[in-house]
């Protein structure tokens, strides 16, 4: 949705290939997953060593934070350089796919820190690996 908002807000018109091609949701989808369980586990090995939430979460963001601009950057560029292309329809191309790798970026960075903190006030040993409280209920693909 914030593609879309962003396209019609910057009044970028877009042909029916351009968008059948760029197919964004599945850009954005599989990267988001990506920068999400890297920092999501980066965050869970932080827990690991007794830091307190705010340290966890500082070491995360600017650790796997760090590698995971670097993906989208040299991601998101590389796709971004199609903006210079001749043809109409692979600068769109290039707008399609770029946005949805800086949203995945800012959402895996900006907001599920937010959402890491909350997960840790509602289900305080979840991060922790080895501990079963039987309300458990995350992923057993971390442990």
């Known amino acids: 949705m914030m593609q879309v908002g962003t396209l019609v807000r910057n009044t970028i018109a877009l042909s029916i290939d351009a968008v059948t091609i760029g197919s964004p949701p599945h850009v954005a989808i599989g990267l988001g997953v990506a920068y999400n369980i890297h ?22 963001v600017t650790g796997t934070g760090g ?8 991601t998101g560029l590389g796709f971004g350089m199609l903006v210079f292309a001749i043809f109409t329809v692979l600068q769109q191309f290039a ?31 979840w991060a922790h690996v080895g501990t079963d409280t039987g309300a458990n209920l995350t992923c057993s693909i971390y442990r």
């Open 39 to 60: 920092m999501t586990e980066r965050f869970m090995i932080e827990r690991e060593r007794e830091g307190s939430l705010q340290d966890a979460l500082h070491r995360s």
């Open 67 to 74: 590698a995971v601009f670097g993906s989208a950057e040299t």
């Open 95 to 125: 707008v399609i796919i770029a946005l949805p790798i800086a949203y995945a970026f800012l959402g895996s960075v900006f907001a599920l820190p937010s959402f890491l903190v909350l997960w840790t006030a509602v289900s305080p040993n």
